[in-house]
């Protein structure tokens, strides 16, 4: 199978840049929807869009067409060269700053083939070895993508390939939508038991996330724990990109030393903790310390939560803290202009509904009864995974 240089067959387009007082309304004459790096995910992910005058797109190649592959341009190390396919769209739109735009430029490049090619484990790595993972921010290098040799069959040969690839992506799509599925039984169960907890019409007694726990407090700020002091290997450190919302995630791990970890016991973590985000997309996520993670300690804007048993379950008071409704609550907590976040002694003010324990207990069983679906899921997707690595693999090695 013969190779050539991507540049030669496709382009890069950088997205357009814009003031936040640039933005206007979805609905508006002359809105142009604006895609942002939250919107690039296993496919392109329209929920939540927001828009941009029209006269602020100056090269008509800005617009996007269906085929068209979004790429996260400018992100942490770990995203950079993140990509998604464009499906056809009934809206005019473009991308942002942070994303660039990769089209097929010739009609000997199927612009499907490229997407399968572009989203592979081996290219992805190397667009992301381009990078420097000692920033927190991760620049695509737009020249050396474009020198990057692509296997260049006939067109057919092409289709062929992507067609194989798109039918086993299929089947990762339909089990990672029976995971949302789950995930959504566990928020609508809640709802069930317990109903609105802003508004509270079950009428339960209300407390703070203080008043139901033995340890609240965020983490270590300044010199006390800083970039320079992770090492390759030690005891964890739970950052807000390992806060996921009912999930710890554990793409992009950090570590300290036994002796700076011992220097910090204030931040001590345990199993069965939560852990709290504050910052960032949503402002108010929460996780709870798996099992597995003996020891571990909390960052700056990672609070650290111990419920007291005697009180209050802590299964309940995680998916409490995920429930939309709370979430939307915390808004008016949240401070700063460029990245907004929520203080320790402001999130000590937010006051949540606190139902009989039996009840809390109740709704944990049931919730560790959909984990256990969950767990089965996620292994078959695991399985899946690694089908869908080793077609990859041998398509572009010419051995499909």
């Known amino acids: 199978m013969r190779t050539v240089s991507l540049g030669d067959y496709a382009k890069l387009i950088r997205g357009i840049t814009f003031k936040p007082t640039e933005k206007c309304a979805l609905t ?11 919107n690039v995910q296993a496919t392109l992910d329209d929920s939540d869009l927001i828009a941009v005058k029209r006269n602020l797109i100056r090269n008509e190649d800005k617009i996007l067409m269906s085929g068209d592959i979004l790429v996260s341009s400018a992100n942490s190390w770990n995203l950079v060269g993140k990509c998604c396919q464009v499906p056809e769209l009934h809206y005019l739109c473009t991308a942002g700053g942070f994303i660039s735009i990769l089209r097929s430029t010739n009609g000997e490049l199927e612009s499907n083939y490229l997407y399968r090619w572009f989203s592979s484990d081996g290219v992805q ?29 006939p067109l057919a040969e092409q289709q062929r390939i992507a067609a194989i690839l798109d039918a086993a992506d299929a089947l990762r799509a339909k089990r990672r939508e029976s995971l949302e599925q789950l995930d959504a039984l ?26 139901i726990s033995t ?23 739970i950052r807000l990109q390992n806060i996921g919302i009912g999930e710890m995630l554990h793409d992009d791990l950090a570590f300290i030393s036994r002796e700076h970890y011992d220097s910090l016991t204030r931040n001590h973590c345990q199993p069965g903790d939560i852990v709290i985000g504050t910052l960032g997309d949503p402002n108010l996520r929460a996780c709870i310390v798996p099992d597995a993670l003996k020891e571990s300690l909390n960052k700056a804007d990672c609070l650290l939560m111990r419920v007291d048993p005697d009180q209050a379950d802590r299964q309940y008071v995680c998916s409490l803290l995920n429930c939309e409704a709370i979430v939307n609550k915390s808004l008016a907590l949240v401070r700063g202009q460029t990245r907004g976040r929520i203080s320790l002694g402001r999130l000590k003010e937010l006051t949540v509904p606190l139902p009989p324990l039996i009840l809390q207990l109740r709704f944990a069983a049931t919730v560790e009864s959909i984990e256990a679906q969950k767990a089965s ?11 869908f690595a080793s077609l990859q693999s041998r398509a572009f090695n010419g051995e499909l």
């Open 28 to 38: 508006a004459e002359d809105a142009v929807v604006c895609m942002r790096t939250k």
């Open 125 to 153: 790595q190397t667009l992301r070895s381009f990078g420097n993972q000692t920033t927190n921010i991760s620049n695509l290098d737009h020249k050396r993508t474009l020198r990057l040799q692509i296997p260049l069959p």
């Open 186 to 211: 566990v928020q609508s169960t809640f709802i069930n038991m317990f109903g609105d907890p802003v508004e509270n019409t079950m009428g339960w007694k209300v407390s703070t996330l203080p008043q």
């Open 215 to 237: 340890k609240f407090t965020d983490g270590p700020f300044g010199s006390n724990l800083k970039s320079s002091h992770y090492v390759d290997e030690g005891i964890r450190v």
């Open 377 to 387: 899921q996620l292994a078959h997707l695991t399985e899946l995974d690694t089908l």
